[in-house]
């Protein structure tokens, strides 16, 4: 019996060591605006998700493997906070991958944000999200990839932490047969202190063609302001997209801030000859204020206006349609808590 007990407990112990080196962690954010938005003379008055942060929902989990390794999953899918639906063409559209991590790095496979798409995010003040999301004025040049956020069947390589302040990754998505899928990119940057800059670039074939992306941004943490520089250069055969993008971040209150951009987008003569959709000469301007109740929950607005030269970019994608050479504006009021 004593026998018994002893190897009950040895096997006890044994289980919560084990317990202790993996964790698995259910985590989200749920963000809901009243929104305003007019173009040609219609306006919408509704309620939208997302207007300072993707609602998602997902888990994630880690493995500690011994000797410095790590396993890992992620999960994480959007999610329709307003309507509390999903989206139902991909439960986990957002990542769903799984990784090994250790003293190398991180290699990472399945679906997730390309790594070209990460400078993007990085240095735009609204982090590609809401009313003030750099790439609403972003035009694919009537290329139709499906590797401009994120890419299916990705191969990614992250550089690891210790490297003084020098960051990057690398991917490649296999296209399997379907044009607009298959890609190669990757980006390298610098971060120490305040300051950060990086660069990235990405090809994808599509249409017997190539479409390929570069993307260089830096920021600057003046503490009074926080400024932020993004230049994108789009190309698709001949026609080609210029994207300069300049933003700030002012701390208003220890618990506010205030946000402002500008982007101006300009396409060559070819672009500029083909359909609307294709063309892209825009200048975007947006503010907004966000006020930070707690670690996880904060109110906010956002005020955005697109005037349109000869393309019909909108301020979101439920906005009303623009007119070519029309305006889009709008302006929203929200709170979002993450979990």
Not at 196 to 215: C, M, R, W
Not at 259 to 267: N, S
Request: glycine share 14%; aromatic share 10%; hydrophobic share 40%.
């Amino acid at each position: 019996m004593k026998k018994s007990l002893v190897a009950l407990a040895v096997l006890a112990g044994f289980a919560g060591a084990a317990a202790a080196q993996s964790s698995v962690t259910l985590f989200g954010v749920i963000d809901v605006a009243a929104r305003y938005t007019k173009a040609n003379g219609q306006d919408t008055k509704q309620l939208s998700n997302d207007g300072s942060s993707s609602s998602r929902i997902g888990v994630r989990g880690v493995e500690d493997l011994g000797g410095g390794l790590k396993a890992g999953f992620w999960l994480e899918g959007a999610l329709a906070a307003d309507t509390g639906t999903a989206d139902s063409s991909r439960f986990w559209g957002r990542r769903a991958s799984v990784s090994l991590m250790g003293d190398f790095g991180e290699v990472r496979l399945g679906r997730g944000k390309t790594s070209t798409r990460l400078v993007v995010d990085d240095f735009d003040v609204y982090t590609t999200t809401g009313l003030g999301d750099v790439t609403r004025t972003y035009s694919l040049l009537g290329s139709g990839i499906d590797t401009f956020n994120r890419a299916d069947n990705l191969v990614q390589y992250f550089l690891p932490a210790d490297l003084g302040g020098v960051y990057g990754s690398f991917d490649v998505a296999a296209g399997e047969g379907t044009d607009g899928k298959k890609s190669y990119g990757g980006r390298l940057g610098y971060k120490a202190g305040d300051l950060n800059v990086a660069g990235g670039y990405q090809t994808t074939d599509v249409a017997n063609s190539k479409f390929k992306q570069l993307s260089l941004g830096a920021s600057y943490d003046f503490k009074v302001v926080k400024v932020s520089g993004l230049y994108s250069q789009l190309k698709f055969g001949s026609r080609k997209q210029n994207v300069y993008t300049i933003g700030a971040v002012v701390p208003v209150t220890a618990a506010g801030s205030v946000t402002a951009q500008y982007t101006k987008a300009e396409t060559n003569g070819t672009a500029d000859a083909a359909a609307v959709g294709v063309r892209g000469d825009a200048q975007a301007f947006s503010i907004g204020y966000q006020h930070n109740l707690s670690k996880r929950t904060a109110l906010y607005t956002t005020a955005s206006i697109i005037d349109n030269d000869n393309s019909n970019f909108r301020v979101a994608n439920n906005a009303v349609a623009a007119a070519a050479g029309g305006k889009s504006g709008g302006i929203d009021v929200g709170i979002k808590h993450s979990f």
